[in-house]
């Protein structure tokens, strides 16, 4: 079970999220809350409740695993991002694991009218003092209207011996954003995960199964119900 100090620190969040969109801003900020049931084949399921804010130049996530056995863990998430005059982004962010630190550096580039081209490091590093290993990620998203759009990632994974996968993803989106989302995920090893996704107003739910190999090699489904919803000047009803 989730202990008093872990979930003072999901409220922590969460009130900070409400304080900050109820403060006036020039631009939306985006809040929202998640939970995800993770179910092992090994019975050893995952209880994964996530809060999460998005402003104009920065982004924060706070989750719990809770797990049925062995050692629980909360993951705080924290990024900075920002677009130039062509409106292409760059980033960096950052995850505190149990075991490990994460990073993320990266860019989205507009290279047409439709098209946008995306590249990722990830180091990845141990609190033993291990060596850094790096995720690489490189991909290409195609939209048609304001929020619909088809793309494919290549990522190289060094863990467990190393990894390729392609996640192919389709969004179907409405002008408000309302969006369904179906993903497949083949990769050289494991099986061929996939996912289906979607969002109405304020409501967030999915299923996938395999599709995440951050940190895992056994097979999972995983089940995920929250609300999304943003706030301040230029928010969609």
Not at 83 to 99: I, V
Not at 142 to 162: I, K
Request: avoid cysteine; proline fraction near 3%.
């Amino acid at each position: 079970m989730i202990g008093r100090a872990r979930l003072f620190a999901l409220a922590a969040l969460l009130v900070f999220a409400a304080v900050f969109a109820a403060a006036p801003a020039a631009r939306a900020a985006t809040v929202g809350g998640q939970f995800r049931y993770w179910a092992f084949d090994d019975g050893n399921d995952l209880r994964d409740p996530i809060v999460y804010v998005t402003t104009r130049h920065f982004d924060a996530q706070l989750e719990y695993w809770d797990s049925e056995r062995g050692l629980d863990q909360t993951r705080v998430k924290f990024g900075v991002h920002t677009k130039d005059s062509r409106r292409s982004a760059y980033f960096a962010r950052w995850r505190h694991e149990r075991f490990q630190e994460r990073a993320w550096l990266g860019t989205e580039q507009v290279a047409g009218e439709h098209t946008v081209l995306r590249a990722t490091a990830g180091p990845i590093l141990p609190h033993d003092g291990g060596a850094t290993l790096f995720v690489w990620e490189g991909g290409a998203d195609v939209y048609w209207g304001s929020y619909s759009f088809a793309g494919a990632t290549l990522v190289r994974d060094p863990r467990e011996g190393g990894l390729w996968s392609a996640p192919v993803r389709a969004r179907f989106a409405s002008e408000r954003n309302d969006w369904l989302q179906l993903t497949v995920a083949p990769s050289s090893k494991r099986t061929f995960g996939w996912a289906v996704d979607g969002k109405w107003r304020v409501l967030r739910a999915g299923v996938e199964r395999n599709s995440r190999f951050d940190f895992t090699t056994r097979d999972n489904v995983i089940f995920t119900l929250g609300f999304e919803r943003e706030f301040g000047a230029g928010a969609r009803d």
